[in-house]
């Protein structure tokens, strides 16, 4: 997801976002193991947004200190 649209997403709701991200990215992780995987690249994308949630996330409680 780009930085923009997470940006107009409420906590709660960037929250369940990364909590979904990471399930998806531990399926795909399985199923890279596996050797089932069709698109690596989108580890690259979960993992990048992942990061992207998690830094607005600690940005907003430092905000919030």
Do not use: V
């Not at 780009?2 to 940006?7: D, S, T, V, W, Y």
């Not at 089932?36 to 979960?46: A, D, H, I, T, Y």
């Not at 993992?47 to 992207?52: C, F, I, N, P, Q």
């Amino acid at each position: 997801m780009k930085l923009k649209e997470l940006k107009s997403l409420t906590m709660p709701e960037l929250q369940a976002k990364g909590h979904d991200f990471r399930q998806e990215l531990f399926n795909l992780r399985l199923r890279q193991t596996a050797g089932q995987l069709e698109k690596p690249s989108r580890l690259r994308e979960l993992r990048r947004s992942l990061a992207r949630i998690e830094t607005l996330i600690n940005q907003s409680k430092r905000k919030t200190a």
